[in-house]
């Protein structure tokens, strides 16, 4: 590579034009105390809470404690160069992040500055991190459906645009796998995703935005990653970062998806600058705002008002549980700020049951409303099976002495429990979905054997989209499944079984 | 112990030691001393002194010492830039490189050639790189 110099002069006067000299009248502070990612500033009377500090060598930081004589703040870089003494400027601007088309297909850290390999981040548009929710006069009720692609959510806990809903559970059982998998079956919709990775190994964070550049998802999608390494400060301010990106979306009229993997990393991360600022510690040694720095981030998403322009911002926080205890403290907060959880159990997982959903503790609380009233025909019954079978699953091991009903009881649970399993990166449509639930409510599985239905459901999807496809034309534009359609949806689910039996080589 | 605004945060963490339950007495002794050295600082009490008075101080740098004449105007426009009486202090620092810097308080106002400079690099840092002048070498 050389450098051609007549040309980078000329680049240079160029760039160099539009610089004006003005007399320039800024507030300065001195350094008196830096170590831990946190310094003490004194000086910078008028400065704003949450304005970006400039310390001398190009690390920025954010006031965070604004006191009588000195200011406490925030490193967004690392502390090593920064001595006692030394100068810090004003910005007169707050933390901010860039926002709009440029950052969707990108990695980059909560500051904007890339973390791919695809140069800067050309956005000419930029947002506070901070800003207050949307009052009451300018949402509405969440109305429209948010499709995860996941049999388990979509059937049992839908969840509509504009909602907060938590996943909870242990680690490694597939919370950040329903994440991935709902952002990839947004690719035929139009929602914005954003993927605000908390405290993760940036390997992690490779391997997720390298899935989604295979899945096609990487497109509409930006991933905010404050990775372990980063300073505590960045990991404070990463969600936020997440929800500005999204809310630049919502404001447009159009609809963003935000996962926040996880909070629980976001509560240490905030612990860990409360108590080096000093702030006095509550329970589990967070400080007393700890509720508020959730419940502040969460309110955000909302679904707007048609005079709004109608825009939505979906969140779904991920909360990490140690040994299933969803009483601890952030657990619990989250939980009550969010409308509704998807709760994740180990057991289920180790059982082969992925989605590991337990469907008893999972709720969803406004989503309801946006479920369309075709999956909610067809799952109906879902809930009162699963139920009735989980009553009934101790008896399993007694099954020779067991009479009729309680036999078709666990028989019908069992293909149930079946039907909704899912394999990762395999989001289904909503019609695909209906005609997996439509076939396991109505008993069509129950003269097959439980094992098979992993193998036979998408044959009979695929089967109905190749012999019948008035049926999922019908599927695609009613809301609602009547009799007449019921019968011929049957009717095809039998035809596929009928097929089965004819050719029995092929299933061998 | 070179200004007031030190002495004041060296105060301020004393008594916060003596608050925590430190020996009241030993604060008291090292506050004493440290008035004694305050005292006898001719810079420090006359800080003291403008303090008192309601006189704001400002540090002009320059590269080279002003003139009588020089002072006396810059005073001026300072006195009614900040709209009261200002003493002033002149250092020379040759670091600025040109021009002048003036800081009063926690205000900087700064028309040295060093900070243009700055700024001016700032500028280019943001501007996007010229991918004109590169050429890639076979």
Known sequence: MRVNSDKLIAALRQQLAEYEHKLQVEEIGNVVEVGDGIAVVDGLRGVMSQELLDFSGGVMAVAFNLEEETVGCILLGPDEEIQEGDQVRRTGRIAETSVGEAVFGRVMTPLAEPLDDRGPIAADQTRPLELKAPGVIERQPVCEPLYTGIKAIDAMTPIGRGQRELIIGDRQIGKTAIAIDTIINQRDSDVRCIYVAIGQKLSGVRRIAAILQEHGAMEYTCIVAACASDPAALLYIAPYAGCTIGEHERENGRHALVIYDDLSKHAKAYRELSLLLRRPPGREAYPGDIFNLHSRLLERACKLSEERGGGSLTALPIVETQEGDYSAYIPTNVISITDGQIYLEPELFHQGVRPAVNVGLSVSRVGGAAQPQMMRQVSGRLRTDLAAYREYEAFTRFASELDERTRQILGRGQRMVEVLKQRQYAPLSSVEQTIAIFAGTRGHWDDIEPDRIDELEPQLIEFIYEHHPDVVETLTETEEIEEEMAQRLTDAVEEFKGSLEAEPSDQE | ?138
């Open chain 2, 1 to 138: 112990m070179g200004s007031i605004r030190e002495a004041r945060q060296y105060v301020k963490r004393l008594l916060e030691i003596a608050e925590q339950g430190g020996d009241v007495e030993a604060v008291g002794r090292e506050l004493r001393e440290l008035r004694e050295v305050m005292e006898s600082s001719a810079v420090v009490s006359q800080q003291v002194e403008y303090e008192r008075q309601g006189i704001k101080q400002a540090v002009v740098e320059t590269t080279v010492p002003l003139t009588g004449e020089q002072q006396q105007r810059l005073s001026a426009a300072i006195q009614k830039l900040l709209g009261g009486p200002v003493a002033i202090q002149q250092q020379t620092n040759p670091e600025i490189i040109g021009g002048l810097r003036i800081t009063v308080d926690d205000v900087v106002i700064d028309n040295s050639l060093r900070g243009q400079l700055a700024r001016m690099l700032q500028v280019v840092h943001q501007a996007p790189a010229p991918a004109e002048a590169v050429e890639e070498d076979e």
